[in-house]
């Protein structure tokens, strides 16, 4: 299977977990957790918690897709490891898929999404250090992002319901949005956040579901040039120089002479 042609089946089942994961007003379906005396508790609005949640939820559809078009599904070893999952055809070629999420700040923006290290196993492609295999044995590295909105509506977390209260729990998030792009293509020239050594993604919801990121007329060669050698602050001191190369793309282009 080619990338492109697990790209394209991965999107078709992707278009579906919309209206699977939300009532028909867009509405998250999940309401809360449940305990043996069928008590159900309502989930925090703290946005690890939703997203991992979400994420949850759509495991059971991931293996749906995998067991539809003959392929292996494995998940992560360990909890810090990339890929989030790995799909394996027939023929041995793996793909990996990272679930990312984050609400929307606007109609139109996201809170923003961090894409992975630019360190460790992104440079040294051929590791298997904190990764299911090798990056360089990818033959695509794929984000499945999810983006929602919180709700408006005050949710009161201390307040226990029961089965016949389920209409009258108001769900934390609202109008789930899926999509799938190629890492490269949502990334930008910048951290995600912070001192973090994580690649930054575009911010705009257009762009992150067409992949209009400023590496996409790039190319995939130049968003791995730059994030190769792409120094902090504290890595450019580190390797006793005076400076990092560049921290931009314009820099970056000056320093390659692409100019």
């Known amino acids: 299977m080619t990338k492109e042609e ?25 309401k809360g957790f449940i305990d043996v005396y069928r008590h159900i508790y309502t989930i ?5 918690v939703v997203s991992k ?28 490891f990339y890929p989030d999952i790995t799909f394996k055809d027939e023929d041995g070629n793996l793909f990996a898929v990272d679930l990312k999420s984050s609400y929307r700040k606007t109609a139109d923006r996201i809170n923003g999404m961090t894409l ?16 299911t295999y090798p990056y360089s044995s990818y ?11 919180e709700n408006d509506v005050a949710i009161d977390e201390r307040k226990l319901y029961t089965l016949d209260g389920l209409d009258d729990i108001v ?18 020239d910048r951290p995600g956040s912070g001192n973090t050594k994580n690649i930054g993604s575009v ?15 790039l190319g ?22 005076a400076s990092p190369y560049y921290n931009n793309l314009e820099g970056y282009k000056k320093f390659r002479n692409l100019q």
């Open 6 to 30: 697990f790209i394209s089946k991965l999107k078709t089942a992707v278009d579906s977990f919309a209206t699977l994961v939300s009532t028909k007003d867009g509405q998250w379906v999940v």
């Open 44 to 48: 925090s609005t703290d946005t690890k």
């Open 53 to 80: 949640i979400i994420e949850l939820y759509i495991f059971p559809l991931l293996v749906k897709f995998a067991q539809d078009n003959g392929l292996q599904l494995e998940l992560t070893k360990e909890q810090n």
């Open 116 to 131: 992975g290290a630019f360190t460790g196993y992104f440079r040294n492609r051929r590791s298997s250090k904190n990764v």
């Open 139 to 149: 033959k695509a590295h794929i984000v499945l992002g999810i983006i929602y909105s």
């Open 171 to 188: 769900s934390v998030v609202k109008d789930i949005t899926f999509f799938v792009q190629e890492k490269w293509k949502i990334a930008i």
């Open 203 to 217: 911010s705009l919801i257009e762009d992150l579901i067409y992949g209009n990121g400023p590496f996409s007329e």
């Open 220 to 241: 995939e060669d130049v968003f791995d040039d730059y994030w190769t050698n792409y120094l902090t602050s504290d890595m450019a001191k580190k390797a006793e120089l």
